[in-house]
């Protein structure tokens, strides 16, 4: 609310300089001219501080009239001047002015003058959007290649091509895996190291339709992060086909082509599978009839270790694999997004707009029928709103993030989530409220009349997405990591950083 009226005052401010001096220059009162004779002087500024895209009204003396005549910089980076007027200019402050030092330059070559305020503009940071690694060329031929985040075409990382989703080792927070609907390589995005790879190639595995990817945690018969679980959407051998498989981490802690595959569950057109964080039960589904299944993990587990042979089987094992509830109707493709604190899950329906909330039985250990919480039920659309008013467009990969704000509450997390063909990231709180966190640039919009689009930068004025489908956050680095799908980048959410020599 503080920003609000801040921002309010200083409209009303420079709405009222802008009707003053246009009065008197309709009046014939002041001409305005430059004279290149005389000092140019920065008197003042307003606000004092602000980040990127912050509206900033400079008064003074002899700035003249003629915008294209004034250059603003500010922390070293060009300002966009608006309007100019010979004792005040209006501009926008450019992203990274870090430094904060505002110089005003009037007139070109042996006429320019300039000056600095005395005091530096208080350049605050903000979150931003960047591209960490993949590109398009014009031809969009680039095709997938593993390589290095850096250097020419024909040498760095390239593909990210399918509709995607990603997950953290959770041993290695610096190993962000991807997998793919239609590209069968699970690929390991190494932040540390710069370096994308394709250490699971899946032969194994009966088709390429990779839809999820978690890891089990702590428990009786194994160590959090011991397996990978992954869904694979498929049907070509009926009611059992393979659907979950488990990965079992090699001794030196990696993840490869020589790693243990087992096949987890049977069924048939699986969407994703997700671990309960805090019990440890697999949760996964079926596009069928909208199907959620329950597995307790420890049975497979015991199973192995007892030396026997686990039966995949959904339908032959139905004691094991339980069968909870159905969503809707059949042709549901949705996945299941659980609480950090296990108490409900988000059920993403992707093809049908909405999301539903199914809250957790702490007795049965089991979540239960779900309903409808966000989004219009077979209604696609764009709209920040509450609840069922609000409109999404395939919304795809989500993840929890604590809010500080929220703090003491009953919940204390907002779910961000990558809504498809609107090209952008949302937002849901704990109340239902949608609203658009990132993407749809507004400035940038208007050059090509298109939400969609390459652009980094200040989160709803610049940056754009195309077609975005998966998401996860690094909780220790405040970055969300994005895979967006038809611009073949993985882009981020992160603050601002300055640049030196040094870490160039």
């Not at 339709?209 to 702590?218: E, G, K, L, T, Y």
């Not at 299944?293 to 030396?307: A, C, M, S, W």
Request: glycine share 8%; proline share 3%; net charge negative.
């Amino acid at each position: 609310m503080k920003e609000v009226l801040k921002q309010g005052r200083w409209i009303v401010l420079a709405l009222f300089t802008i009707c003053t001096y246009s009065c008197k220059d309709d009046n014939n009162t002041e001409t305005g001219t430059f004279d290149p004779s005389k000092p140019v002087a920065i008197s003042d500024f307003t606000p004092k501080e602000g980040g990127a895209y912050q509206r900033l009204l400079i008064s003074g003396e002899n700035f003249g009239t003629d915008a294209s005549n004034v250059k603003v910089t500010i922390g070293g980076k060009p300002a966009v001047v608006i309007n100019v007027k010979s004792t005040y200019i209006y501009c926008f402050v450019p992203t990274g002015a870090f430094s904060g030092v505002l110089e005003v330059t009037v007139g070109e070559g042996e006429n320019a003058v300039k000056t600095t305020a005395s005091t530096p503009f208080g350049y605050q940071k903000k979150m931003v959007v960047s591209t960490l690694c993949g590109f398009r060329n014009n031809r969009d031929d680039q095709g997938w290649r593993d390589g290095p985040f850096d250097g020419a075409d024909n040498v760095r990382a390239c593909g990210f091509s399918n509709s995607g989703r990603m997950a953290f080792d959770p041993l290695n927070k610096d190993h962000l895996y991807i997998c793919y609907d239609g590209h069968k390589a699970i690929q390991l995005i190494d932040l540390k190291n710069r370096m994308l790879s394709s250490p699971l190639n899946l032969s194994s595995v009966r088709n390429n339709r990779i839809r999820s990817i978690d890891f089990n945690i702590d428990g009786k018969y194994a160590k959090k992060g011991d397996y990978m679980i992954i869904a694979a959407d498929y049907d070509g051998e009926g009611n059992n086909s393979p659907n979950v498989y488990i990965i079992k981490r090699n001794a030196d802690g990696t993840f490869n082509d020589n790693s243990d595959v087992q096949i987890l569950a049977s069924y048939k057109q699986c969407n994703g599978a997700s671990v309960h964080p805090i019990n440890g039960e697999l949760y996964f589904n079926s596009y069928e009839k909208g199907q959620v299944f329950r597995l307790d993990l420890d049975k497979y587990f015991e199973t192995i270790k007892n030396g026997g042979k686990w039966d995949p089987s959904v339908t032959q094992n139905n004691t094991i694999f339980k069968q909870l509830f159905t969503i809707a109707d059949p042709s549901w493709e949705f996945q299941i997004f659980i609480h950090p604190t296990g108490k409900y899950a988000y059920f993403g329906v992707i093809n049908n707009h909405y999301f539903m909330r199914s809250d957790y039985n702490e007795v049965t250990h089991e979540f239960v029928t779900p309903y409808t919480v966000a989004g219009g039920y077979k209604v696609s659309g764009y709209k920040d709103d509450v609840g069922v008013a609000a409109r999404v467009n395939k919304p795809c990969q989500g993840v929890f993030v604590y809010n500080k704000d929220y703090a003491g509450q009953a919940d204390e997390y907002d779910f961000y989530f990558v809504d498809m063909l609107n090209f952008c990231v949302r937002k849901m709180t704990p109340d239902g409220i949608i609203s658009t966190y990132a993407g749809r640039g507004t400035t940038t919009a208007i050059a090509d009349n298109n939400q969609w689009g390459t652009d980094d930068g200040d989160l709803r004025e610049v940056a754009r997405f195309r077609d975005v489908t998966g998401l996860v956050y690094d909780s220790d680095k405040n970055i969300f990591y994005i895979h967006d799908q038809v611009g073949h980048t993985i882009r981020t959410i992160s603050m601002e950083e300055e640049v030196t020599e040094s870490n160039e």
